[in-house]
């Protein structure tokens, strides 16, 4: 079944760690995305990908960093987490062009104490 | 500049009732809409979009949405909620400067029985 994954759900971790959060897809597309969401507010786009070897931040500045070796996964690494890193991280694919609809994971809920 | 309305936090019915979700955008060009839904603790779920052509779009669960270019606005419609359909509701456009979505702040749409 295709499907978009996000792997770890929920993850509590200590200021100054490196932290991976893993996004994969077997929709076939070619482009991904990464969201940081605040509860129950807007979604603000991070980084987002065309393809493998293509990634470009979004209009949210971020310490973040992201990867694209292969077409159905995009991890996002935060190097030295810190307590305002803390939110919910929303990963999206979709086909590429302007008209498709995003297809969402279920969320990283992450929080840095 | 480029943005997305959505003019009510929190918008409550009874259930059987029409709703009426609004959203207002402002975008140069031609615009592409989206709603989204967005149900507790997990990802977003894509209700419908406008890309061309007729105003009224129908989408998935008996949602529907009204383009009015005049107006800028893309409120979503149902002609009878369901206590099921209490959820976050977003609307995006797409921009005009990266291509990417702009995000609505989302509304809490309550279903009372």
């Known amino acids: 079944e295709a499907d978009i994954y996000q792997t770890p759900r929920y993850l509590v971790i200590g200021t100054g760690k490196k932290i991976t959060l893993e996004c994969s897809q077997t929709?076939?597309?070619?482009?991904m995305y990464w969201y940081q969401q605040d509860p129950g507010m807007e979604l603000h786009l991070i980084h987002y990908?065309?393809?493998?070897?293509?990634?470009e931040k979004g209009d949210l500045s971020s310490e973040s960093t992201v990867s694209r070796i292969r077409t159905e996964h995009f991890p996002l690494t935060l190097e030295s987490a810190r307590p305002s890193h803390t939110s919910q991280y929303l990963c999206?694919?979709?086909?590429?062009?302007?008209?498709?609809?995003?297809?969402f994971g279920p969320g990283t809920r992450l929080t840095v104490t | 500049a480029q943005s997305v309305a959505q003019p009510e936090d929190q918008v409550n019915v009874a259930e059987g009732n029409p709703l009426t979700v609004k959203c207002t955008y402002s975008?140069?060009?031609?615009?592409?809409l989206f709603w989204y839904v967005q149900y507790p603790n997990r990802g977003l779920q894509f209700l419908l979009k406008?890309?061309?052509?007729d105003n009224l779009v129908k989408g998935s669960y008996g949602f529907e949405a009204e383009f009015n270019k005049s107006q800028t606005s893309f409120h979503l419609k149902k002609p009878s909620a369901l206590v099921s359909d209490s959820a976050l509701y977003f609307c995006?456009?797409?921009?005009?400067?990266?291509?990417?979505?702009?995000w609505g702040a989302g509304t809490k749409l309550i279903i009372k029985p």
């Open positions: 995006a456009v797409r921009g005009s400067s990266n291509y990417q979505l702009i």
């Open positions: 975008v140069s060009g031609n615009p592409y």
């Open positions: 406008y890309i061309t052509g």
């Open positions: 929709m076939g597309h070619d482009k």
């Open positions: 990908s065309y393809g493998v070897n293509s990634t």
């Open positions: 999206a694919s979709s086909e590429l062009g302007d008209g498709y609809e995003q297809y």
